[in-house]
């Protein structure tokens, strides 16, 4: 009896462990998209961009992230502080993220007190002047590009992820390798037109958060330029309760100071 | 008032100074040097072959109020931005200016309140304004100094309500500042009491409204958003901010008209890129009739606006303003015959394309104003390149023309000048 509880108990473990290889690539494509941008209701964290060009000056940008999902794997708004550099301190940002349309995005200049809608279509465009885009930021929508899973090792799953309209962006696919444990990509390489590798982002250092798995250090790099920038996620917190209002023009005009102490 | 600008700035500077190091505000700003080159000589002006040269320091600081008072419960924050400037075109010792000296405070959580001088925008144009009549300054626009300086600072009271139906933003500013514009000692324009173009030789000055209570400017918006466009009405009980009547003909004087503006404006995502649309009502109030050849008419303003995002950091944005005079025969009706004689349109259309290059460091930029019926326009060309975090240098040119002295542009079209702005930030 104890024997055959042993056997089944095992057949059960290897079947599950069975189950958890044959994830659809669809479902890994959804928990990794889960785990980079929605995790928690909403968040803040402070974020420090070194950027440094091909003769190795460098720039910095730090500013302050707010971010609200709307809707699971779908809708989310972001509020974007500027600390530095001077030039652009006390400017705040919104995005309206949406899924399958235009963000709509607004710009606050303080020194006009000017509210400026941003036409940005192309989320392909560096953020704030980083080796970052937009869409590293905010997400790249999950339906955008087909999704092959061409190697699954202990550790990683590798994903091959090609663009269903290549005239829309300047890759022709980039690959990912996801952690298997908290399906968290720990690297994408992107490939250009002609096959050639041409810019990479790497997840330096990760850190369990609040029970969330955070990258809090990461680095993206044109090898084209040979310029890199990298990131430091610093108070980094979930689930504290932002209201919808923080996402509006009164506070893109009266930061919320409470969130943006340093 | 310069007086009180330099005690302000002198007072606050050593109220910074004299606090606890732990408490001292963090103190930001930027150095700069600026020149602007005539590229020609204009003899009318004080000087023939430049139009701007000076250094300015910027000082900025905020404060947000701490301990246990009613201020601290409030979020009060207070704010201060001061300019020090030395003018060498007027070879004058330095002059300050205040731009932002306010208390910001929440004592609800649906009201906002900013008390003191701030600067204040609104509406949907660019570079140009139907509902915005708070103070600018086209000298600075014309000369090449940074974008800030067209907008004036107001002393104002902002009192900001946030209902569920729709925001409402109430400005309450007692007396009156107007437009900076030329004046002959730095740019020349059409002064039509010497029948030309004219620099210091002109004599005419503008009568500002006195300062008493009944003259105070109030303006409203009320603005909410419809999913992802943003609708608004708005409200101007006022003055013309450019002096464009006459008050006594024989004596030179301009004023500034009484005028209520009412108006409306629409902006969303539209097509692949942002559209909007703005009106406005400008009722003239001492001349309802239109028939004083002295005053503006009432006038009617329409701006229809589009920006889109063409990839790889190009950005074009297209704009076109209809103005009409409402009461147009009743004003050429009343016109003499040795009088300048206005159009009842004028239309005019705006380009802008904006195109960065090198991760984001270098911007290049030109804005066109064109004007079929005034056949004039203005083209402002710049290049700004962030050398680092600290340092920008930023060249460019202003080019009005026009076929016309008396037009907008027309009358600039001496004025065309080169400039370059090196600024270093802290």
Redesign the interface.
């Known amino acids: 009896m104890l024997k055959k509880l042993m056997v089944v108990s095992a057949v059960l473990f290897l079947a599950g462990n069975a189950c958890a290889q044959e994830l659809s690539v669809d479902e890994i494509v959804a928990k990794a998209n889960n785990s980079s941008y929605y995790q928690g209701k909403d968040g803040s964290a402070k974020a420090s961009m070194v950027v440094t060009d091909s003769q190795g000056r460098t720039r910095q940008r730090q500013l302050t992230i707010l971010k609200l999902n709307v809707q699971a794997g779908g809708d989310q708004k972001y509020y974007v502080y500027f600390h530095k550099p001077n030039d652009v301190k006390g400017m705040s940002y919104i995005v309206w993220k949406h899924v399958g349309k235009d963000d709509d995005r607004w710009l606050y200049l303080p020194a006009m007190d000017l509210v400026r809608r941003i036409a940005a279509s192309d989320k392909r465009s560096s953020f704030a002047g980083t080796t970052f885009l937009y869409e590293d930021i905010s997400g790249r929508s999950i339906d955008l590009d087909t999704h092959e899973l061409t190697a699954s090792d202990d550790a990683y799953y590798t994903l091959k992820n090609t663009p269903k309209d290549p005239a829309s962006v300047e890759f022709s696919y980039y690959t990912m390798k996801i952690d298997k444990h908290n399906f968290v990509p720990m690297s994408a390489e992107y490939f250009d037109k002609s096959g050639k590798l041409y810019r990479t982002i790497e997840a330096l250092e990760v850190q369990n958060i609040q029970g969330y798995p955070t990258v809090t250090r990461m680095k993206a790099a044109d090898l084209n330029a040979n310029s890199n920038t990298v990131t430091e996620f610093s108070q980094v917190r979930y689930d504290i309760g932002l209201q919808d209002e923080i996402f509006t023009e009164r506070f893109l005009r009266t930061p919320p100071q409470q969130w943006l102490k340093e | 008032m310069k007086r009180v600008c330099i005690l302000s700035f002198i007072m606050l500077f050593w109220a910074a100074l004299s606090a606890r190091a732990a408490d001292l505000p963090e103190w930001?700003?930027?150095i700069e040097q600026d020149y602007g080159a005539r590229l020609s000589r204009d003899t009318l002006t004080k000087h023939e072959d430049y139009n701007l040269l000076e250094q300015r320091l910027q000082l900025k600081t905020r404060y947000?109020v701490t301990g246990d008072n009613v201020f601290s419960d409030w979020?009060s924050?207070i704010r201060f931005k001061g300019d020090a400037v030395v003018d060498e075109y007027f070879q004058t010792t330095a002059y300050s200016e205040v731009r932002e000296l306010n208390l910001?405070f929440?004592p609800s959580d649906l009201v906002?309140v900013k008390l003191g001088r701030?600067?204040?925008?609104?509406g949907t144009g660019d570079y140009l304004f139907i509902n915005d009549l708070f103070p600018k300054d086209y000298v600075s626009f014309y000369t090449g100094r940074d974008?800030?300086y067209?907008?004036k600072p107001s002393d104002a009271l902002r009192m900001?309500l946030?209902p569920e139906p729709a925001?409402i933003d109430f400005v309450l500013i007692p007396y009156f500042t107007a437009n900076t514009m030329p004046e002959g000692d730095r740019l020349s324009f059409f002064d039509s009491f010497q029948g030309g173009i004219t620099g210091r030789a002109s004599e005419r000055s503008a009568i500002r409204p006195a300062m008493q209570a009944e003259n105070a400017q109030y303006a409203l918006r009320i603005?909410r958003?419809f999913d992802?466009a943003?609708g608004a009405v708005y409200f101007y009980r006022g003055f013309d901010p450019s002096p464009r009547s006459y008050l006594d003909e024989a004596a030179q004087q301009l004023f500034y008209e009484r005028l209520d503006a009412y108006g409306t404006s629409l902006?969303g995502?539209f097509g692949?890129?942002?559209a909007?649309i703005e009106m406005g009502y400008y009722h003239s109030v001492q001349d309802d009739a239109g028939d004083n050849r002295l005053i503006e008419n009432s006038m009617l303003k329409w701006l229809l606006g589009y920006?889109?995002?063409?990839?790889?950091?190009l950005?074009l944005g297209l704009q076109y303003l209809c103005e009409q005079k409402l009461d147009y025969s009743a004003y050429s009706a009343a016109l003499l015959p040795y009088d300048y004689v206005w159009d009842e349109y004028r239309h005019l259309l705006t380009q802008r394309i904006t195109k960065l290059y090198k991760?984001?460091?270098v911007m290049l930029g030109l804005f066109n104003f064109w004007s079929p019926s005034d056949k004039d326009g203005y083209l402002r060309l710049s290049c700004a390149y962030?050398i680092?975090?600290?340092w920008?240098l930023t060249v460019g040119a202003n080019l009005p023309w026009g076929e016309d002295e008396i037009t907008d542009f027309g009358m600039m079209q001496k004025n065309k000048n080169v400039f370059m702005r090196l600024r270093y930030?802290?």
């Open positions: 930001n700003g930027f947000a979020n924050v910001a929440r906002d701030q600067v204040l925008t609104w974008d800030e067209l907008k900001s946030y925001n603005y958003n992802s943003e902006r995502p692949s890129g942002i909007s920006e889109q995002d063409l990839g790889n950091d950005k991760n984001q460091t962030d680092s975090d600290q920008k930030g802290f």
